[in-house]
């Protein structure tokens, strides 16, 4: 009998053995205090339209997301893996959460790796054009790569299907292909998103690491890649090309010692839009560059330029940006930035990724005016 039961024991012990998972929790919380002036205020019904309002606020997420998730890996054996992520934002400000986008607004996937073959992942996840994140001077901060796309390149997707090769002499490849789960292959309106898809090929070395990527948002309101500046789509309200457009980007990173060089150049396309009102772009150039000088294990300085064109009388704007973080312990730093943009005489771009238009309603400068700001907080991660 305890032959038997010794000889059950270690049976047990190896499946146990061969099938082990884990469960993470993690999160991140980040706060500030932002100044900023030059927003518009007033015009309408409130009388005319001036320029120079500032604001001081108590701002969360403005260095990066607040955040809390979990995530799980089961090895199943033969270099196979189950996977799941869940994840949400949050605002350290006030407490609340993403409202009507869910409790897991970010991730929300269960999927398989295996060691040569890849990772395989269904359900929702920041959208591809997220991969603009590891060129991006100041990492799509509050005010960086966003801005002067109006939010463009940091969306999520729903109903996704997304593949990660693993690396096959410094290559990788990345995928993303989003179920409009309307009748209409590309969205009709029966649903709150279109077809979303994407892929992004990355070469990384010691000394340098580039990237090519390219993705297409789809009006859920008809399927189309652009419309929408006097409509109502999945709570985009006349966002036209900053919404539902192609997107192409190339990418570099230089590694120099204690310094990063980050440059990029993306070119957002719509199609099909008519009858746009000067002012309302149906295409957008958007470069930047800058470099991180990592001076001590525990300090960085970053500094960057961000400019945009936009066709149709969009004009232009250029942001300007020095900021840096300083690591007092492995898991909570400190940081600020210092930011400004400089708008033609049509343009009305503002540090933060606002939506198109009146910048009584979107916090935007008058069009022609400039906006500075400055910023500085704590983040803490777990």
């Known amino acids: 009998m305890k032959k038997a039961l010794l000889a059950a024991a270690l049976m047990s012990a190896g499946v146990v053995a061969h099938a082990q998972s884990s469960v993470t929790l993690y999160g991140r919380l980040d706060a500030g205090v932002a100044y900023m002036n030059g927003i518009g ?36 054996g033969a270099g196979n893996k189950a996977l799941f992520q869940l ?17 897991f607004n970010r991730w929300a996937t269960v999927g398989m790796s295996n ?11 920041l959208f591809i054009s997220n ?31 997304s593949y990660q090769s693993p690396k096959w002499n410094g290559f990788d ?24 898809d994407g892929i992004q090929l990355t070469y990384t070395s010691s000394l340098f690491q580039i990237r090519g990527l390219y993705d297409e948002i789809r009006n859920p309101t008809n399927g189309t890649l652009g419309g929408g500046y006097n409509q109502i789509n999945a709570g985009n309200v006349g966002q036209g ?14 590694f ?28 957008l150039d958007h470069e930047w560059g800058g470099v ?25 704007a250029t942001l300007y940006t020095i900021g840096g973080s300083y690591n007092l312990s492995k898991r909570t730093l400190l940081d600020f930035q210092v930011a400004t943009v400089q708008n033609s005489k049509s343009a009305n771009f503002g540090l933060n990724a606002n939506n198109y238009g009146d910048s009584a309603a979107t916090g935007n400068p008058l069009i022609g005016h400039s906006q500075s700001g400055v910023y500085a907080g704590i983040q803490h991660s777990f």
């Open 241 to 254: 090309v900053f919404a539902y457009s192609r997107d192409y980007m190339a990418m570099v990173n230089v």
């Open 115 to 125: 060691d040569r073959f890849g990772t395989l992942l269904l359900g929702r996840e």
């Open 256 to 283: 120099l010692g204690p310094f990063k060089v980050q440059g990029g150049y993306e070119a957002v396309r719509s199609s099909g839009m008519t009858g746009l009102a000067i002012g309302q772009p149906s295409t």
């Open 173 to 196: 490849v990345y995928g993303q292909y989003s179920f409009s789960n309307a009748t209409s292959w590309n969205g009709n309106g029966t649903t709150s998103t279109g077809r979303q």
């Open 87 to 103: 994840e949400g934002s949050f605002s350290t400000a006030t407490g609340q959460g993403p409202g009507g986008a869910g409790l």
């Open 292 to 316: 991180t000088w990592q001076a001590t294990p525990a300090a960085a300085l970053i500094a960057a330029v961000y400019h945009v064109n936009a066709n149709n009388g969009g004009g232009n």
């Open 41 to 76: 205020a007033g015009g309408g019904p409130n009388g005319p339209a001036t320029h120079g309002t500032s604001q001081v606020q108590l701002e969360s997420g403005y260095w990066g997301t607040s955040l809390w998730g979990m995530k799980g890996v089961e090895d199943l």
């Open 131 to 161: 991969g603009i994140w590891d060129f991006d001077p100041f990492g799509q901060s509050n005010w960086s790569s966003a801005s002067l796309v109006r939010g463009r390149n940091w969306p999520q997707s729903s109903n996704n299907i």
